[in-house]
């Protein structure tokens, strides 16, 4: 792939994610299989990837705060044991072997296209928040979860943060995205660390894909918290299997 082919891809695809990641989750899932394929080892692609979601984490939630969208103190909270799962999933990562990393990724791919399929539109029910008590506590449990999880390779964790956030304390959907990218952008920078640290960054393509995805959280975060439109859903899913198959067999 010529140098000029590299960068429009990588915006372009970053741009994608970015707005994917703001309305629902499983942007890295177009993300680190791009990276891989551009040649990177997986544990520096997972490593690179987090450039990308750390500059659009910052760019949603100012675009979440422009709307008048208030998540403190829940969030902060929450974030704060999200770290420290982060922490732990990340050296997990970068420890890992790239082969078994490939095979986990794949079959993280799989599962998140299954939820997708046959996931229906989030429902709209008027509940009471519940941020405060025991609900609170049982956020912060399973937050922590959700960290090592999203350090450890971060593809479909927004999934998981909706699931917990509207299950447990009947966040609306916006609200909910608006927690979920503060609690990424915290974490993120936990396991971005521990990837520097093991020098395994590739600043070339990091910040490639940090300008799309910025751009594309920034105007997903303003726009609209719908769910992103079909052609979206079916590209991401076909591109899904196809490199999952990629990375299981090849």
């Keep these: 792939m010529s140098p000029v082919l590299e960068i429009v891809v990588l915006i372009v695809i970053g741009f994608v994610a970015g707005v994917i990641n703001t309305i629902a989750g499983g942007g890295s899932l177009l993300t680190l299989p791009i990276l891989i ?6 544990n520096v692609a997972n490593g690179t990837n987090r450039i990308g979601i750390l500059f659009q984490s910052i760019s949603t939630t100012a675009g979440f705060k422009s709307k008048g969208i208030i998540t403190f103190p829940f969030s902060i909270y929450i974030s ?13 990562a970068v420890d890992i072997k790239g082969e078994t990393f490939n095979k986990i990724l794949a079959v993280v791919m799989v599962l998140v296209v299954v939820y997708m399929v046959f996931n229906h539109k989030y429902k709209q029910f008027n509940l009471l928040e519940r941020s405060t008590g025991k609900h609170l506590w049982i956020s912060v449990l399973l937050f922590f979860f959700v960290g090592i999880y999203g350090g450890f390779i971060q593809a479909g964790v927004g999934f998981m943060m909706l699931l917990v956030l509207s299950s447990v304390n009947n966040f609306s959907l916006v609200k909910s995205n608006a927690i979920k990218v503060t609690v990424t952008l915290v974490f993120t920078i936990a396991s971005l660390a521990i990837f520097l640290a093991n020098d395994k960054v590739n600043w070339k393509y990091g910040l490639l894909l940090a300008i799309g995805s910025a751009a594309g959280g ?32 090849f």
């Design 80 to 92: 704060i044991s999200a770290l420290i799962g982060a922490l732990l999933g990340a050296q997990i």
């Design 37 to 42: 394929f551009l040649g990177l080892p997986p």
């Design 218 to 249: 920034w105007l997903s975060s303003r726009w609209s918290v719908k769910k992103g439109d079909g052609l979206v859903k079916i590209f991401m899913i076909v591109m899904v299997i196809i490199m999952a198959i990629k990375l299981w067999f």
